[in-house]
């Protein structure tokens, strides 16, 4: 079988295109996915009773649907729905938004609930108020006994982002798609755009690695 990687070189800036708006989506995702997730995360542990039953159907009923059901709700279902409907872009990065964040919010739960319990009751026996102990105490420990799953989560939104092909979002995969079936050279393009997304994420989680082993011990308490 003979390999031909001429397509792939005559169309590096429509690919080039794809992988930007990849990243776009990706660095969004991210972002967003943290801020809903932290809020989540802290409105379940120290909101009122009545907020924590809605923010646990939240998490749970994410964990239990695909992303890729998400995302085509968002797209397809929330138009009819509401009459308003959503760019491409922007209902993929709702619906990966709000799925990543689910898992985020378990995650900061559980790397705030690692903490010794006294050291809240430290905090409030000097005088310190809740939100107080949670910002300077709480969370600069739990942030890096988390960081290891956040390196997880991130590498997994990356990989995520690929999904929002089946949208119409013209990133990197849905573009690998479109030349693929124009250039009839499957393997060549969709074994490069492979290499990509490896090239993309595993640095990221090896960075993430070497940065926790040099700071793990100021998460120990």
Same mark, same amino acid.
């Given at each position: 079988?003979?390999?031909?990687?001429?397509?792939?070189?005559?169309? #590096?800036?429509?690919?080039? &295109?794809?992988?930007? !708006? *990849?990243?776009?989506?990706?660095?969004?995702?991210?972002?967003?996915?943290? /801020?809903?997730?932290?809020?989540?995360?802290?409105?379940?542990?120290?909101?009122?009773?009545?907020?924590?039953?809605?923010? /646990?159907?939240? @998490?749970?009923?994410?964990?239990?649907?695909?992303?890729?059901?998400?995302?085509? #709700?968002?797209?397809?279902?929330?138009?009819?729905?509401?009459?308003?409907?959503?760019?491409?872009?922007?209902?993929?990065?709702?619906?990966?938004? !709000?799925?990543?964040?689910?898992?985020?919010?378990?995650?900061?739960?559980?790397? @705030?609930?690692? @903490?010794?319990?006294?050291?809240?009751?430290?905090?409030?026996?000097?005088?310190? &108020?809740?939100?107080? %102990?949670?910002?300077? %105490? !709480?969370?600069?420990?739990?942030?890096?006994?988390?960081?290891?799953?956040?390196?997880?989560?991130?590498? /997994?939104?990356?990989?995520? *982002?690929?999904?929002?092909?089946?949208?119409?979002?013209?990133?990197?995969?849905?573009?690998?798609?479109?030349?693929?079936?124009?250039?009839? +050279?499957? @393997?060549?393009?969709?074994? *490069? %755009?492979?290499?990509?997304?490896?090239?993309?994420?595993?640095?990221?989680?090896?960075?993430?690695?070497?940065?926790?082993? +040099? /700071?793990?011990?100021?998460?120990?308490?």
């Amino acid at each position: 079988m003979d390999f031909d990687f001429s397509p792939l070189l005559d169309s #590096w800036r429509f690919l080039l &295109s794809g992988l930007g !708006l *990849t990243l776009l989506l990706s660095v969004t995702a991210v972002a967003c996915s943290f /801020v809903l997730g932290l809020a989540v995360a802290l409105g379940r542990l120290y909101g009122p009773a009545w907020l924590r039953i809605p923010l /646990v159907f939240y @998490i749970d009923s994410m964990r239990a649907i695909p992303v890729f059901v998400v995302l085509v #709700w968002i797209y397809f279902s929330v138009p009819i729905l509401s009459g308003h409907s959503f760019a491409p872009f922007w209902a993929a990065l709702i619906g990966i938004t !709000l799925h990543v964040a689910a898992y985020v919010a378990e995650v900061i739960r559980a790397g @705030i609930g690692s @903490i010794r319990k006294g050291q809240f009751q430290a905090g409030l026996a000097i005088g310190m &108020s809740r939100p107080q %102990i949670v910002r300077e %105490i !709480l969370l600069p420990q739990a942030i890096v006994r988390m960081l290891p799953a956040f390196g997880s989560i991130i590498s /997994v939104t990356i990989k995520d *982002t690929a999904i929002a092909a089946v949208i119409a979002v013209p990133e990197l995969m849905r573009q690998a798609e479109t030349l693929a079936g124009e250039t009839y +050279r499957p @393997i060549e393009i969709f074994s *490069t %755009i492979m290499v990509v997304y490896f090239v993309i994420i595993f640095p990221v989680t090896r960075l993430i690695d070497r940065f926790y082993t +040099r /700071v793990a011990h100021l998460g120990r308490s």
